[in-house]
């Protein structure tokens, strides 16, 4: 079964501009979740996709936002990139009960100058 | 508010020392927590997931263990490699369980 893919893997970005990054769950796989991990402060929860709907969301601000495609696919969208966002940005997917094991892609690592 | 804190921040052992993780987490109606492995600039690889109801779980060389009452999981590393040099992370839900808090790891270092 394959993993979690994300794309791309590596971006360099100007402040101001936006970008998409993509995840693909494990197939079967509904709950789709974003997280941004920077060396200060480590992995903090983005938001949560699932069967197409965001059930819920972290404390970031409203330039981060998402979508899930209804083969579970999504997409997270940062805008008007501040040098802040550099950071590498995790999907994991699970089941549909929260309490299954979290599965990790490899990550996006977002670079913002 | 659920926290997760991991101690050491670091560790440097010689090879084939046995080695405890320890993670703690304040809500202990924590339904699971999870341990991960994560090396330089790459994704979190899941190593094992407690559920509340177990006390321990073992996947070769990894037990781990969780401690609701006491609101402490440990990671034991038997006869440890320099191929176990990664960070390590623990994770638990948060109170509504709606998303998974991270403590900050520990990196270890194991050397030949």
């Known amino acids: 079964k394959a993993g979690v893919t994300q794309t791309p893997r590596y971006l360099i970005k100007t402040r101001g501009q936006q970008v998409t990054l993509s995840c693909s769950p494990i197939?079967?796989?509904?709950?789709v979740s974003w997280y941004q991990q920077t060396p200060g402060q480590g992995l903090q929860f983005l938001f949560e996709?699932?069967?197409?709907?965001?059930?819920n969301k972290g404390n970031f601000p409203g330039r981060f936002s998402g979508r899930q495609f209804s083969n579970s696919r999504s997409e997270m969208n940062v805008s008007t990139l501040e040098l802040g966002d550099s950071a590498l940005y995790l999907c994991?997917?699970?089941?549909?009960?929260?309490?299954?094991?979290?599965?990790f892609g490899p990550g996006t690592r977002l670079t913002v100058t | 508010k659920q926290e997760v804190t991991q101690i050491p921040a670091a560790l440097s052992v010689p090879e084939g020392e046995n080695l405890v993780l320890n993670c703690s987490f304040t809500?202990?109606?924590?339904?699971?927590l999870q341990w991960f492995r994560q090396d330089p600039g790459k994704g979190l690889t899941s190593l094992l997931l407690i559920q509340s109801s177990q006390r321990e779980q073992t996947s070769g060389r990894l037990n781990a263990s969780l401690d609701k009452s006491s609101g402490r999981s440990t990671l034991y590393i038997a006869a440890s490699q320099p191929g176990d040099s990664a960070t390590y992370l623990c994770a638990g839900p948060n109170q509504a369980g709606t998303a998974l808090i991270f403590g900050k790891g520990t990196t270890l270092s194991v050397s030949s």
């Open positions: 996709y699932f069967s197409e709907t965001q059930r």
């Open positions: 994991a997917s699970t089941g549909e009960q929260y309490s299954y094991e979290q599965y």
């Open positions: 809500d202990s109606a924590i339904y699971n």
């Open positions: 197939s079967g796989h509904r709950s």
